[in-house]
């Protein structure tokens, strides 16, 4: 492939720890119900299956999709929880952490090409992310304002239009093998799997690039593009 025109980000679980903020939030749940041995990482993940299957129904605020599927999640393990809990739950997205290497990733890419997000929540959410970070993008594509979740095509469509790009100008990084390697294959889309926690592939699908962090990835869109640059 040519040197990226842009690299589009997944944001929750690629530049922000979505698994381990989650994990803290339902732990701090437990814990306040008298739940001090639960295994807070299979919750998570079963919260995850549900959501993911809650978002392709039809199109709903995320904070909605937050409050709703936390219920679910906790009464399938038979956990106490209350209202008060869901709707912190709901409201803490915009404070959840990047990763350790994110910001400094995200600077060090702004060299080379431009950057943009396709992220599956609402534009207030996103909003309080993008100033958590402290990183300008090119281009911000919702959920919301796509009136769709990825692994529908219609965000990395909409994305396209806001950079004023063609497919195979753009290089698609995320963390979610479903929600972004998938659909971005679909699309005719080079894609780069950050797999930070060595996941198995979970489909018979391939990415073009695979890496374990975002320091990583920087290192290859400024390899792609000296190359380039050089030919």
């Given at each position: 492939?040519?040197?990226?025109?842009?690299?589009?980000?997944?944001?929750?679980?690629?530049?922000?720890?979505?698994?381990?903020?989650?994990?803290?939030v339902f732990k701090s749940i437990l814990l306040k119900n008298g739940?001090?041995?639960?295994?807070?990482?299979?919750?998570?993940?079963?919260?995850?299956?549900?959501?993911?299957?809650?978002?392709?129904?039809?199109?709903?605020?995320?904070?909605?999709?937050?409050?709703?599927?936390?219920?679910?999640?906790?009464?399938?393990?038979?956990?106490?929880?209350?209202?008060?809990?869901?709707?912190?739950?709901?409201?803490?997205?915009?404070?959840?952490?990047?990763?350790?290497?994110?910001?400094?990733?995200?600077?060090?890419?702004?060299?080379?090409?431009?950057?943009?997000?396709?992220?599956?929540?609402?534009?207030?959410?996103?909003?309080?992310?993008?100033?958590?970070?402290?990183?300008?993008?090119?281009?911000?594509?919702?959920?919301?304002?796509?009136?769709?979740?990825?692994?529908?095509?219609?965000?990395?469509?909409?994305?396209?239009?806001?950079?004023?790009?063609?497919?195979?100008?753009?290089?698609?990084?995320?963390?979610?093998?479903?929600?972004?390697?998938?659909?971005?294959?679909?699309?005719?889309?080079?894609?780069?799997?950050?797999?930070?926690?060595?996941?198995?592939?979970?489909?018979?699908?391939?990415?073009?690039?695979?890496?374990?962090?975002?320091?990583?990835?920087?290192?290859?869109?400024?390899?792609?593009?000296h190359s380039y640059a050089n030919v």
């Amino acid at each position: 492939m040519t040197a990226p025109k842009a690299v589009t980000f997944d944001c929750f679980g690629t530049l922000i720890d979505w698994e381990g903020e989650i994990q803290k939030v339902f732990k701090s749940i437990l814990l306040k119900n008298g739940i001090n041995n639960a295994d807070v990482v299979a919750l998570q993940r079963h919260w995850e299956n549900i959501q993911f299957e809650y978002i392709q129904e039809k199109y709903r605020p995320y904070k909605e999709v937050l409050r709703n599927t936390l219920p679910m999640a906790f009464r399938d393990y038979g956990y106490p929880f209350s209202t008060e809990d869901v709707i912190n739950f709901s409201e803490s997205m915009g404070s959840w952490k990047p990763f350790p290497d994110t910001v400094e990733a995200l600077k060090e890419l702004k060299k080379y090409t431009k950057i943009a997000l396709i992220t599956n929540t609402d534009d207030a959410i996103i909003d309080e992310t993008v100033k958590h970070l402290g990183v300008e993008f090119d281009a911000i594509v919702t959920a919301e304002q796509a009136g769709a979740y990825k692994p529908n095509h219609d965000g990395f469509h909409l994305a396209l239009e806001k950079l004023g790009l063609d497919k195979s100008e753009i290089l698609h990084a995320g963390f979610g093998f479903k929600y972004d390697v998938i659909p971005a294959s679909e699309l005719g889309i080079k894609s780069c799997w950050i797999n930070r926690y060595g996941e198995v592939r979970p489909a018979n699908v391939k990415e073009t690039y695979l890496v374990g962090d975002m320091a990583t990835f920087a290192l290859l869109v400024k390899g792609l593009v000296h190359s380039y640059a050089n030919v």
